[in-house]
């Protein structure tokens, strides 16, 4: 697999949101969110996704040059209008936001309506440990998923990302969809020709499916859980609580109205709001209790847990975050590795807007 | 089975609390508390665990007096010390501090220490709907769960509750543990003699097992998910979640160390903190946008959701919090079942406080 250099990543997804007219600024913001996402080995939402945002552009359904703005507010929380914006860029803007309110009232809660894909929920939420607060990330996106006891596609992955500060430990950062396994995980086995497990998607009439192809055949993503049985009921309960934060809150489109990430995909008919919908939250650590305290127990926490007995046939207990920071390490040295479908792609792209890469 | 009328049953729990030592207010409280899960249908939260909180009281882990206190607090945050209180009587006391905090900075939210089991945590986040607020409640609990990777009880079941309020449409209420199944279902397994499903728990090596008794013998409940290839790394995390923000954020006991609800259990050596922990939020709607037009689009949501195509076998899709609601209906109207074992138990603690069952 051919492997590039952060750098050489960088510096082309730059101009790419450059030629679509974002400004220095939210190129830079873009760019950066984007590629956490090859660094931290979630490859499906990394610049393998770049080819998809210029052709939402090219759609008009992306504005590269939106005004991002607040358009209501308490001590506590916001609604901000993202104007179409890349989620790229409007969702760091929030999240900002969102810990300028945490530092006046202790806590910043702030609900976006009117965006797009924001890349990796984990990258917003981290914005907040080094201001020793918790953050949180969440959002709606395009129906693929089946609620328990249904075959319509009502909601989408809808992650949630929860990114906690230690000491000395690096930071606890769960960052996860709200089914059994997300998208990318699909793609993966479509590239290699491979079967799912079960458990993962259903087939267009609900029967359990391994089919990697299921969703272009009318099928679905299972909810966390899989089924009944295994919780599936928790998973659709948590994808909609995303989707209520997200975009009920906030005025976006949410469940079967949210706008579809393929630009070929008509937009849904008599959508009940305006775009995406992002959830975020910060919390600063010292309104409930000193932060040295704080992260010296967030220390021994994850001590604790990372020693737990292990099962037979493996090492250690992850702490969520681990093997993403492990993962940013190797690539930020070796580079990182795409796959030639998403070369070809890129190249592609480049041509778009004479660029080389 | 014999059945009892929700008034019998409250007007002996309200007795069995008043024996203890609970004031009135407190003891009204506690009651309303816990026979809100029988009524809602959650069996293994009601009066079954009510000699379970005597024994408590007995062995001197709960004080029936609390001097329940706010430690710590900014316009949207505080911690509460429950004084080792009831969790039922501590849990309304801080979810009602998070409302009032919500009324003046949009939002509250608030983490507990030094507090017991609380009951059914869709009970507390509920008491937000009737402000035309979203209510969140958690908790952590007993260690009973093994992270993904492990064989060691780390974690309890944790649950999450979110209630979003509507208009026409019942309320929205999501109350799961953060296991595949909780620890309620097993009980109800071992009582018909019967195997769980493949996937809720394992035992003490590891291995899947299918033994209802297995958490006597070392094994642990699965997160939900049950295991790697269907997502338990995500039931682990949002566990984990539920542990530090009801116990690190309060300097509660946290995960292997949280008190154990057996009496008879000893109490974990070296406890990083005081008692359980559990941790509330309110979200004022109209901090967000207009109460009234959130609650048009909750509506919307409801019917849509509750109108997805059922897959075949099934009548309709549920919102989180219908059958709940529809147990209670017919549980106010028809009386309160009860299985002989916790009938037995309810006499001896009538025997033990000189009352009649």
Redesign the interface.
């Given at each position: 697999m051919p492997v590039y250099s952060y750098d050489h990543l960088y510096t082309f997804t730059f101009q790419v949101f450059k030629s679509i007219g974002c400004s220095d600024e939210h190129a830079t913001t873009a760019t950066t969110g984007l590629l956490a996402a090859d660094l931290r080995g979630i490859d499906s939402h990394g610049v393998a996704r770049l080819s998809g945002y210029t052709r939402l552009w090219e759609a008009q359904r992306i504005n590269a040059a939106p005004n991002i703005q607040i358009v209501?507010e308490?001590?506590?929380?916001a609604?901000v209008d993202g104007d179409a914006g890349l989620g790229l860029v409007v969702a760091p803007f929030a999240m900002q936001v969102a810990i300028e309110k945490a530092k006046?009232?202790?806590?910043g809660?702030v609900?976006v309506r009117n965006t797009n894909h924001f890349g990796i929920a984990g990258h917003h939420a981290m914005m907040a440990l080094s201001h020793d607060m918790i953050g949180m990330a969440m959002t709606n996106a395009s129906a693929l998923v089946?609620?328990?006891?249904?075959?319509?596609r009502?909601l989408g992955t809808n992650p949630i990302a929860?990114a906690?500060p230690a000491n000395r430990q690096p930071a606890?950062v769960?960052d996860?969809?709200?089914?059994?396994?997300a998208n990318g995980k699909l793609e993966i086995l479509q590239r290699k020709n491979a079967d799912t497990?079960l458990?993962?998607v259903?087939d267009k009439?609900?029967h359990p499916s391994t089919d990697a192809n299921i969703l272009k055949k009318q099928g679905a993503l299972l909810p966390?859980?899989?089924d009944r049985?295994?919780?599936s009921?928790?998973?659709?309960?948590?994808g909609?609580?995303v989707?209520?934060f997200s975009a009920?809150?906030?005025?976006a489109s949410?469940?079967?109205w949210a706008p579809p990430f393929p630009a070929y995909v008509p937009m849904p008919e008599n959508m009940?709001?305006k775009g995406l919908g992002h959830f975020f939250g910060a919390?600063?650590?010292d309104?409930?209790?000193p932060a040295d305290e704080?992260k010296e127990?967030?220390d021994?926490?994850i001590q604790?847990?990372r020693s737990?007995?292990?099962?037979?046939g493996?090492d250690?207990?992850?702490i969520?975050g681990d093997p993403e920071r492990e993962m940013e390490a190797v690539r930020r040295e070796e580079g990182i590795p795409l796959v030639e479908t998403v070369v070809e792609d890129l190249k592609a792209v480049a041509g778009k807007f004479s660029l080389s890469f």
């Amino acid at each position: 697999m051919p492997v590039y250099s952060y750098d050489h990543l960088y510096t082309f997804t730059f101009q790419v949101f450059k030629s679509i007219g974002c400004s220095d600024e939210h190129a830079t913001t873009a760019t950066t969110g984007l590629l956490a996402a090859d660094l931290r080995g979630i490859d499906s939402h990394g610049v393998a996704r770049l080819s998809g945002y210029t052709r939402l552009w090219e759609a008009q359904r992306i504005n590269a040059a939106p005004n991002i703005q607040i358009v209501h507010e308490t001590p506590s929380t916001a609604v901000v209008d993202g104007d179409a914006g890349l989620g790229l860029v409007v969702a760091p803007f929030a999240m900002q936001v969102a810990i300028e309110k945490a530092k006046q009232a202790g806590t910043g809660w702030v609900s976006v309506r009117n965006t797009n894909h924001f890349g990796i929920a984990g990258h917003h939420a981290m914005m907040a440990l080094s201001h020793d607060m918790i953050g949180m990330a969440m959002t709606n996106a395009s129906a693929l998923v089946a609620p328990t006891f249904s075959i319509e596609r009502m909601l989408g992955t809808n992650p949630i990302a929860v990114a906690i500060p230690a000491n000395r430990q690096p930071a606890f950062v769960a960052d996860f969809a709200t089914t059994t396994a997300a998208n990318g995980k699909l793609e993966i086995l479509q590239r290699k020709n491979a079967d799912t497990p079960l458990g993962w998607v259903q087939d267009k009439d609900g029967h359990p499916s391994t089919d990697a192809n299921i969703l272009k055949k009318q099928g679905a993503l299972l909810p966390l859980g899989s089924d009944r049985e295994h919780g599936s009921h928790k998973g659709y309960a948590l994808g909609s609580i995303v989707d209520i934060f997200s975009a009920v809150l906030s005025g976006a489109s949410y469940g079967p109205w949210a706008p579809p990430f393929p630009a070929y995909v008509p937009m849904p008919e008599n959508m009940p709001g305006k775009g995406l919908g992002h959830f975020f939250g910060a919390m600063r650590i010292d309104a409930f209790r000193p932060a040295d305290e704080f992260k010296e127990h967030m220390d021994n926490w994850i001590q604790r847990f990372r020693s737990a007995t292990p099962a037979e046939g493996y090492d250690k207990v992850l702490i969520p975050g681990d093997p993403e920071r492990e993962m940013e390490a190797v690539r930020r040295e070796e580079g990182i590795p795409l796959v030639e479908t998403v070369v070809e792609d890129l190249k592609a792209v480049a041509g778009k807007f004479s660029l080389s890469f």
